[in-house]
């Protein structure tokens, strides 16, 4: 069974900084795409980032564009995910996925995804 578990989400101020870390273990599964989404309480989960394992393409939402930057080590089998310019629109919890299918180009739809991690809290304060 493979398991995404992310690590580095906390408190930070505005204008601030942060890593996310994506940690995928378990029995190994070929995947396609990895993505970063969130959620703020009352909001759906929306899409962030994300990366074609393969060739390492990467593509944003437009709230974060020039902001983050999505990256992966394939021999670590690990996603990060660089917030730089944190504002406190940022804040909600942040989830990384696996999506083992490939059936759409660039996902970006939770749907998409089958392999989810728990979370991490990101707060940004102003």
């Known amino acids: 069974q493979v398991q995404l578990v992310e690590t580095g989400g906390g408190l930070v101020q505005a204008g601030g900084s942060l890593r996310l870390s994506c940690a995928a273990s378990?029995?190994?599964?070929?995947?396609?795409?990895m993505g970063w989404f969130r959620q703020a309480p009352g909001k759906e989960r929306d899409f962030v980032a994300g990366?074609?394992?393969?060739?390492?393409?990467?593509y944003y939402a437009d709230s974060v564009k020039g902001r983050f930057t999505i990256s992966r080590d394939s021999a670590k089998n690990t996603v990060y995910l660089q917030m730089n310019s944190l504002k406190p629109e940022d804040t909600a919890v942040y989830y990384c996925?696996?999506?083992?299918?490939?059936?759409?180009?660039?996902?970006?739809?939770?749907?998409?995804?089958?392999?989810w991690g728990q979370g991490t809290q990101v707060t940004v304060s102003s």
């Open positions: 378990g029995r190994t599964v070929s995947t396609y795409y």
């Open positions: 990366i074609r394992w393969g060739n390492g393409e990467t």
């Open positions: 996925a696996a999506d083992a299918n490939g059936r759409r180009w660039f996902p970006r739809k939770p749907s998409d995804f089958e392999l």
